[in-house]
């Protein structure tokens, strides 16, 4: 009781995916993620927080147990949105919500009993992660998104613009020194 209090307050002993830190810049980190498996869903339309609140639930559901083997899977960190920008101002775009699948389920994770929630296989990438606190919402995360593409234009890095990442690590009842972040994907060769 006492360790699950403390997860929904201070985010503490919750299982966040490995990665290796590259280097640290003035006001931004480069970060190489792992091979995992992450439980995901996609979400279209216009409005940025409606979509990952849906995803948000329909992914909630699934580790309380709406999987086919109708087993509990423990909350992670950080709760990821891969947005995919849609053509125009008035287009609609892709969230995609997602959960890092915990350490004791990467082998063979629970398959979804909902349609419209999938496993999602990530290979190794490297993003550019700017760290931010507060309660996050969309215009924030689309200010701190522009600040880390005028650092990283500053620098003269190679990125990918499109699509990109948010990712949030704290339950709503955590008050204080909330983490949040965004990552753009570090352009291949």
């Known amino acids: 009781m006492l360790k699950a209090l403390g997860q929904v307050l201070f985010s503490t002993g919750i299982q966040n995916p490995k990665f290796t830190e590259e280097k640290k ?59 995919q920008p849609g053509a125009g101002p008035a287009c609609e775009s892709t969230f995609t919500v997602s959960f890092y699948v915990p350490e004791e389920h990467q082998d063979a994770p629970p398959q979804p009993s909902d349609p419209q929630v999938f496993l999602d296989d990530r290979k190794e990438f490297t993003v550019y992660v700017r760290t931010y606190g507060g309660f996050a919402n969309e215009q924030m995360k689309r200010e701190e998104c522009l600040k880390l593409l005028e650092s990283l234009q500053r620098d003269g890095v190679p990125y990918t613009d499109s699509p990109f990442y948010t990712a949030g690590y704290d339950s709503p009842m955590k008050l204080t020194n909330r983490r949040n972040e965004v990552w753009i994907l570090k352009k291949t060769e």
């Open 25 to 83: 810049a003035q006001d931004y980190e480069v970060r190489t993620y792992h091979a995992t498996k992450w439980v995901s869903t996609s979400v279209n339309g216009m409005e940025w927080d409606t979509a990952t609140r849906t995803g948000f639930r329909r992914l909630f559901d699934y580790i309380m147990g709406n999987n086919e083997n109708k087993v509990k899977v423990p909350m992670t960190a950080p709760v990821t949105c891969l947005v």
